[in-house]
């Protein structure tokens, strides 16, 4: 199937929305999707999101409430959203992201320098993890993550 494109210069210069119903092929506007109206024309959608690496956000430890530093280095940090909650395998180590607080919250599970990007299994609310050297698991009978380094 052959189509024709067609640019519309004339909707972009100021004009914004066609204001008065003109006929169909005047250039002008009739709609527009994710964007919105202002005095200087059509603005685009900005999404009201925040970077969760950015340099202003601080992640604290849960235990000491030291600043947690999380370098961003390819293909590190990597996010994994889990039934459970959100898991940050980093550079540094495993942390899991404490929703129910304010702050910005890291439980640490491995700490030390990982040199291959982590994976994600998701067992019954209990994720696993590895990252090559690292092995990360859920205990059922000490109730608590476990953490084998094979290095």
Same mark, same amino acid.
């Given at each position: 199937? =052959?189509?024709?494109?067609?640019? /519309? =210069?004339?909707?972009?210069? &100021?004009? &914004?929305?066609?204001?008065?119903?003109?006929?169909?092929?005047?250039?002008?506007?009739?709609?527009?999707? +994710? @964007?919105?109206?202002?005095?200087?024309?059509?603005?685009?959608?900005?999404?009201? #999101?925040?970077?969760?690496?950015?340099?202003?956000?601080? %992640?604290?430890?849960?235990?000491? $409430?030291?600043? #947690?530093? /999380?370098?961003?280095?390819?293909? %590190?940090?990597?996010? %994994?959203?889990?039934? #459970?909650?959100? $898991? *940050?395998?980093?550079?540094?180590?495993?942390?899991?992201?404490?929703?129910?607080?304010?702050?910005?919250?890291?439980?640490?599970?491995?700490?030390?320098?990982?040199?291959?990007?982590?994976? @994600?299994?998701? /067992? +019954?609310?209990?994720?696993? %993890?590895?990252? &090559?050297?690292?092995? #990360?698991?859920?205990?059922? *009978?000490?109730?608590?993550?476990?953490? =084998?380094?094979?290095?």
């Amino acid at each position: 199937m =052959k189509t024709y494109r067609a640019f /519309i =210069k004339e909707g972009f210069r &100021g004009t &914004g929305l066609n204001p008065y119903g003109e006929a169909r092929n005047s250039g002008l506007l009739t709609e527009a999707m +994710n @964007c919105s109206i202002s005095k200087r024309g059509l603005e685009g959608y900005i999404p009201d #999101v925040k970077d969760i690496f950015s340099d202003d956000t601080t %992640f604290v430890d849960s235990v000491t $409430h030291v600043a #947690v530093t /999380i370098t961003k280095r390819w293909p %590190f940090p990597q996010l %994994f959203l889990t039934d #459970v909650g959100l $898991h *940050i395998g980093a550079r540094e180590g495993l942390y899991y992201l404490n929703p129910s607080t304010p702050l910005m919250e890291l439980y640490s599970y491995g700490t030390g320098s990982v040199t291959w990007p982590w994976t @994600c299994a998701e /067992i +019954n609310q209990r994720p696993m %993890f590895t990252s &090559g050297d690292v092995l #990360v698991y859920y205990n059922d *009978i000490s109730d608590a993550y476990v953490v =084998k380094n094979y290095v």
